[in-house]
């Protein structure tokens, strides 16, 4: 008689957005989430990560549950530059989901509650949640999820240079460094650029634009830079390079504007 198939184990999972950089950036819905956590999965970026880490480490200090819940680190992969970007960030992510998968399912237990800690917002630049959703539809580990949103860098910009995302009635675009390469969709005013490893917005200078750029937000690094791009551009090239020098990193995130013709 054909046994029937055993039902894939189920998990529980927090997906919690842990602000841009400072603890106490932390909301207190994802302090409560941190505390809740019986395992928590580290993706370990290497020796470059470092200063990523530690926050990390200090907010389980801070805000986890006594004793301090387990952690997992799942060490993280790099693009194949030799590949096109969409397949060498497809083969990235697909080594992700097995890491996820593998740990979800054989180092967290029955009636335990795993947790993710995401930098900003699970929702802004980030793809742990596509993780997330492949290794529910592989459908080996029955993931059950939540997600709690955190203080976006985004967020935190705007907050730095004192300022609306959005001019009265208009739009904001968000899109990436690469993209803007290609130049700025027709009828775009207004634009918020995120890692910016090409300095892509030097292809704009003499187009009109102001700019408000942020490196490193919320941390002991944090770089704010905001004038015209004309006359701020060399000096953003400048500080991001010697901060990526010093660091071996640089998250950094800008908003485009077209001045207002006379």
């Known amino acids: 008689m054909t046994q029937p198939a055993r039902p894939p184990p189920v998990r529980r999972l927090l997906v919690i957005g842990i602000g841009a950089g400072d603890p106490a950036l932390m909301t207190m ?48 992969g790099t693009r194949d530059p030799a590949l096109a970007y969409d397949e060498a960030v497809a083969r990235w992510h697909g080594e992700r989901v097995v890491a996820f998968e593998r740990a979800l399912r054989d180092e967290v237990a029955d009636g335990e509650t795993a947790g993710i800690l995401v930098w900003g917002d699970p929702s802004l630049y980030d793809s742990t949640l596509r993780i997330v959703d492949q290794v529910v539809e592989r459908g080996n580990v029955d993931v059950q999820h939540t997600v709690i949103p955190g203080v976006s860098s985004l967020q935190l910009l705007a907050a730095r240079h004192r300022i609306p995302l959005n001019r009265i009635g208009r739009a904001v675009h968000i899109t990436t460094g690469r993209l803007l390469r290609q130049g700025l969709p027709p009828g775009v005013d207004d634009a918020v650029v995120m890692l910016d490893a090409a300095v892509s917005f030097t292809t704009l200078v003499g187009e009109g634009f102001e700019i408000f750029w942020g490196a490193s937000l919320g941390t002991p690094d944090e770089l704010l830079v905001a004038g015209p791009l004309d006359d701020v551009a060399d000096q953003i090239v400048a500080l991001r390079a010697q901060a990526r020098a010093r660091l071996g990193w640089v998250f950094d995130i800008y908003l485009l504007r077209r001045l207002e013709r006379a």
């Open 29 to 76: 819905q994802a302090a409560e989430a941190v505390a809740a956590l019986d395992v928590v999965l580290l993706v370990d970026k290497g020796e470059h990560g470092q200063d990523l880490a530690d926050v990390r480490q200090e907010i389980l200090r801070r805000h986890g549950r006594r004793p301090p819940a387990r952690s997992i680190e799942l060490r993280d």
